[in-house]
């Protein structure tokens, strides 16, 4: 859960936690409290996709996309059931969710490690939190979950559980000019290739 700010399609007053500004060319902007999943651990950054309640009617909220790139995310006990309302013509409107729901461990006792019962993961959008950024862990998904959501979403996972090493130069030894004959062939394994991944 973080503060979260990007462009605005359209201007508003502040709303339910949504404060709406003008900057710099004109651009409205708007910023809001956010929750996000982290998908992948970078050097200095986290990937993660966005939860949200769409002001409470889930995945049915008019003219939304990517509907099928949602999924329930949830940190109650029991997963909660699909949202649904009744049309003016008598028809049932369902989610009809494919993806499965994704269960989380929360790690705060208060409003803020609730989900609720219409959070949806997003996983039609990506982005980028560096490090430095100030969050509230609310959770950490379920080991029985992780499967579930490392296959939905279009970032891959590492091989290592672990966040991604800080980059080198790579620079060539000295003596890069003997051959692999001379230096006893093949790679040698550095010490870090004995490191275990972070779990």
């Known amino acids: 859960m973080m503060l979260w700010t990007e462009p605005a399609k359209t201007m508003g007053g502040t709303r339910n936690g949504t404060h709406y500004s003008t900057v710099w060319l004109e ?3 708007y910023s809001e ?3 996000f999943v982290v998908i992948k651990e970078g050097y200095g950054n986290s990937i993660c996709s ?3 309640t769409y002001n409470g009617q889930a995945t049915l909220k008019p003219n939304l996309p990517e509907r099928q790139q949602h999924a329930i995310i949830y940190t109650s006990q029991e997963c909660p059931p699909e949202h649904w309302y009744t049309a003016t013509d008598g028809s049932v409107v369902k989610e009809n969710l494919t993806k499965d729901a994704i269960k989380v461990k929360r790690e705060q006792k208060g409003p803020e490690g609730d989900l609720g019962d219409y959070s949806r993961l997003n996983y039609s959008k990506i982005y980028t939190v560096e490090n430095y950024v100030r969050v509230l862990n609310i959770g950490i998904v379920e080991r029985d979950w992780l499967p579930a959501l ?14 991604v090493e800080k980059p080198t130069n790579h620079k060539p030894p000295r003596d890069s000019g003997r051959s692999s004959r001379e230096s006893g062939g093949g790679h040698h394994k ?3 290739s004995g490191r275990r991944s972070r779990r």
């Not at 490392?150 to 966040?163: D, F, I, Q, R």
């Open 190 to 192: 550095g010490k870090e």
């Open 27 to 29: 651009q409205g902007a």
């Open 33 to 35: 409290i956010r929750r």
């Open 150 to 163: 490392n296959a939905n979403s279009y970032v891959k996972p590492s091989e290592t559980l672990g966040p």
């Open 50 to 52: 966005p939860i949200h």
